[in-house]
């Protein structure tokens, strides 16, 4: 079923693009992250306290406290860099080069968690690049 979730990951994805276009169209980059940031927020905090989750918020470790706020330390630089990457460049362009990350994420993944690179994923993650110096060059 992870695979259900992860289309649907890639096509909300491909519609934040899009809007985040049109968004930051007439703003500062920044500001755009920010509203975009604070709308994720409180969506978030809306179904996690609707469905009772945060039950568990005192049961985190100092390590997974540590590791979340490095997570969001990433996916805060992350967004920043995309919408200024939106901002003065063509999505169909800068999207794809972002999602280099998933070809970054496999080597990550490799050498710091253990995880094993089949050849079927190295080839994946040699395309990703191949693709990657394609829509940049």
Do not use: C
């Amino acid at each position: 079923m992870w695979w259900f979730y992860a289309i649907l990951s890639a096509v909300f994805a491909s519609l934040t693009a899009i809007f985040a276009k049109i968004g930051v169209a007439d703003i500062h980059s920044n500001l755009a992250t920010a509203i975009r940031t604070l709308i994720v927020f409180v969506m978030l905090w809306v179904i996690v306290i609707v469905r009772g989750e945060t039950k568990g918020i005192s049961s985190i470790s100092k390590q997974g406290v540590f590791f979340l706020i490095a997570s969001g330390i990433a996916t805060g630089l992350s967004w920043l860099f995309y919408f200024k990457a939106i901002k003065i460049g063509n999505v169909s362009q800068v999207a794809p080069v972002d999602k280099l990350s998933l070809a970054l994420t496999i080597i990550l993944a490799v050498v710091f968690l253990g995880e094993s690179l089949t050849l079927k994923t190295a080839i994946g993650a040699a395309l990703i690049l191949a693709g990657t110096l394609v829509m940049i060059t």
